[in-house]
Nanobody, 125 residues
Framework: QLQASGGGLVQTGGSLRLSCAAS????????MGWFRQAPGKEREFVAA?????????YYEDSVKGRFTISRDSAKNSVYLQMNSLKPEDTAVYYC???????????????????WGQGTLVTVSS
């Protein structure tokens, strides 16, 4: 089970930190990702982090340099630090996990089998 939190209302240029707490499974062995879905749009990839600390996280182009994904395996949690937020970042953000043990980084939505309930981020202009 994945539980996302930390969403809210923020002004353009502001910051938010999303958290995703995992339970019922040792998620440290799997790739973790963040996706988002804006109103009327499909769910899209935002960032992914490997189970391996030697692998560089992977980001969608529009968030590179502004968002940072991280994980704390001891707490079975993953985070998304979002800086310099823009109105176009407004969406429901979902954390997700793949099910392949020690698998590769991926941005493909269908490769993520476990999903949190989502947390709403609203960026006002």
């Amino acid at each position: 089970q994945l539980q996302a939190s930390g969403g809210g209302l923020v002004q353009t240029g502001g910051s938010l930190r999303l958290s995703c707490a995992a339970s019922g499974r040792t998620f440290s062995r799997y790739v973790m990702g963040w996706f988002r879905q804006a109103p009327g749009k499909e769910r899209e990839f935002v960032a992914a982090i490997s189970w391996s600390t030697s692998r560089t996280p992977y980001y969608e182009d529009s968030v590179k340099g502004r968002f940072t994904i991280s994980r704390d395996s001891a707490k079975n949690s993953v985070y998304l630090q979002m800086n310099s937020l823009k109105p176009e970042d407004t969406a429901v953000y979902y954390c997700a996990s793949t099910s392949q043990t020690f698998g590769p980084l991926t941005a493909r939505r269908y490769e993520y089998d476990y999903w949190g309930q989502g947390t709403l981020v609203t960026v006002s202009s």
